[in-house]
Each structure stands twice: as structure tokens, then as C-alpha cells.
């Protein structure tokens, strides 16, 4: 779900520098530091919003639309090891844009944009296809009403894609469960009191779409399906026995654990959007959780935008004069175990994953890739 603005809020921000900062309460310390990827003569792409990783973690693959090659990062060596050409057009061709990076084993890696998934060999060559939009599948169809978001494949559930799906007449969310093995479509709520149309906004004048709207997240750890959103620590776990969905709360004690409010919706004026809006900034915002393997636990960031209290001309918001952004910590079920701010960093993390027990936070270090790593001990 690309929100540029939001997105420009919650852009990569950190204390540059190569000496360790640690933070501590008391159950939890983390250690900061930053590392730099060496891309040799090449100039790597910053600008994607997804990524994929090796099963084993060893790469990064970052898929850069100007030369349309897909980057491979060594994580070990930090230095970018080869460009990996795809085809635009023909038997090979590659959707476009590309929104979605999906890897499952060491060999193939599936791109895709909103409407179609393609699986392909690193050397370029599709092996599979599947159409979102047009499909054929029988079952809980998509309506007129209804638009695709992102999507995902899981470990073990090859020739089945989760999408993400918007009502933008009611503004509601949903999860399809597309089975291509099967012919069958399957749908999944993942709002069931309604929360997610609450922080939808728009302005009828301009578009009949909402001009910002809840974040809701797919993701893939641990070998499970994730579906969790930026307005509440709940998360929605697959059950792939019983095909259903699983939630998980906690009462979180350093944050509020989810945003409240009661919003008009619909707006005059962008103007009157943005003030309501902007309350909504100043709540606390969850990002995806991630699985640290080596721990077996889960982390997962928060954060609260603190604004001045007068707007330039010509800007949407006033200025970010703070953020308070929180880590949490979870057991393998998602039992909360330990909390603790991370004054380090600035602007909340939007690309990361653990590596090696570490969490590794993706960022634009002066037009250079680097990574924000951070280390959680108890």
C-alpha cells in the first residue's frame, strides 16, 4: 500500500556513526550500530519498498526498475556480489511495476505488481504465472467494489497467493485466499470490529478513493502467514489446518495498544482532512513484526509523531519536532515478554528483518546502502 506521504514521515531516519549506543530498561538493552554495503562502481537502488531474503539469509535481493536487474547484496561480505538482468517484454517479460519481492528457496524469486505474480529462476526465466484479477477461480470472487493491495506466498503452499483486498465503497479490508492447485478463492476477515474504516479518509471532491488509510500489513515469518495493521497491536496468524485465522492482543505498558478516535471520514477540503489526520499521526503507530530464528522470538516496533505547533506554508503537516519509538518483544505464541524505547533511532523503521539474532533496519545512508543494526539482549 503506497501512501507517499505517510511514506515520507516514516522514511528510514537514525544516530549515524560507527561507535555502538545502547539503551536499557529494566528487561531489555539494545546496542546500536550502523554498517555499510560496498557497491563497488554501481549505483544501487534506495527507492523500492520491498525486498526479498535467501532462506538461509545470507542475501538480500533488491530489484532495481531503471536497468531492471535484480541486485544481490551478500550480507555477510556487505558488498553487492552481481545485477541479475531480467526481461521487460516476452516469454520472460516481468510485470511491471514491480511492488511485491517473494523468495521461498535459494533458486526462484516471485515479482509482482497488484493484479499479476510471476515465479522466476534467478537467471531470468519464468517457470509460473498467476493472474490475480482474472483467474477463473470459483468461490468468493472479487466484487465490483473491491481492489487488490499486496500479496504473498508462504513456505509450503507454493500455488497458493494471500492478497490483501480493499472495499472502497465501504472502505472495509479483507484476506483472499487464492488456490490455484484447487480453482478455489476464499475470503478471510480480518477487521471484525470494524476498526479499519475509522482512520479511512478522503475527500469526495477529489477522489472516491481515500486519500489516506489505514496500513495493513502481509508478511511471512517463521513460516506463517502475518496479517497485522499500523492501528493495533493485534495480529491475525493462518491456520493452514484449521483454514482459518488466529488473533493475538497484548496489553502492551510502555505505548497505548492501538489508536482510538472518532473521524468524520469525508472531508470539504484537503485542508480539514490533514488536521484530523495529523491526530492520527500523533497516536502510536505499529509497524510488521519479524522473527529472530537464533531466539526463537518475534519483535516489533511503535511509534508517536510529535509535530510543532504551526505548519510552513505549503506543507501537509507541521514538522516532526520528535518521535517515540518503542521495540516489543514476543514469545513464539506472542505472549509479550519484554518492552524499551530506542531513543537511537529517529523515524520509525519501515524495511527490516533479523539476521544472526540481529535486527537489521534497511536505510539510505547519504545515497549509500547501509543498514541500522540492532541488538535486543535481556
Known sequence: MKQIPLLFLTMIGFSCGNKPETSTTDSLKIKMDTLMVDAGEEILYLEGGDFALAPDRKYLYNFNKYDHTLEKIDLEELRLLEKLPFEKEGLNGTV???????????????????????????????????DLLNNGLEGEVLTEFERL???????????????????????????????????RISQYEIDAEGKLPTFSFKVPGLSKDPIFRPYVFLSSENGKLIIST??????????????????????????????????????????????????????????????????????????????????EAGELFPEAIDRNIHLSVYDKN?????????????????????????????????????????????
Open 96 to 130: 511491471s511495476p514491480i511492488y511485491h519481492l517473494n523468495m521461498l528457496d535459494k533458486d526462484h524469486v516471485y515479482l509482482s505488481d497488484k493484479w499479476n505474480l510471476g515465479k522466476f529462476n534467478l537467471n531470468g526465466t519464468r517457470t509460473a504465472t498467476y
Open 149 to 183: 493491495h499486496s500479496n504473498i506466498i508462504i513456505p509450503g503452499q507454493p500455488e497458493t497467493v494471500f492478497v490483501l483486498v480493499s472495499n472502497w465503497k465501504d472502505k472495509t479490508y479483507n484476506l483472499r485466499k487464492m488456490d490455484f492447485s484447487q480453482n
Open 230 to 311: 499500523n492501528i493495533t497491536n493485534e495480529i491475525h496468524l493462518y491456520d493452514p489446518i484449521g483454514d482459518s485465522l488466529i488473533s493475538k492482543k497484548n496489553q502492551l505498558q510502555l505505548t497505548a495498544n492501538e489508536k482510538t478516535g472518532n473521524y468524520r471520514g469525508e472531508y470539504a477540503s484537503m485542508d480539514e482532512l490533514m488536521v484530523d489526520y495529523q491526530k492520527v499521526l500523533e497516536q502510536v503507530s505499529f509497524s510488521p513484526s519479524v522473527w529472530d530464528d537464533e531466539n526463537e522470538r518475534y519483535y516489533r516496533f511503535s511509534y508517536r509523531i510529535e509535530f510543532a505547533e504551526e505548519k
Open 334 to 378: 506472542f505472549a509479550l515478554v519484554a518492552e524499551a524505547p530506542v531513543p537511537q533511532l529517529v523515524t520509525n523503521p519501515v524495511r527490516y528483518f533479523v539476521r544472526e539474532g540481529d535486527i537489521w533496519i534497511i536505510a539510505n545512508i547519504a545515497d549509500e546502502l547501509g543498514f541500522i543494526r540492532l541488538a535486543a539482549t535481556f
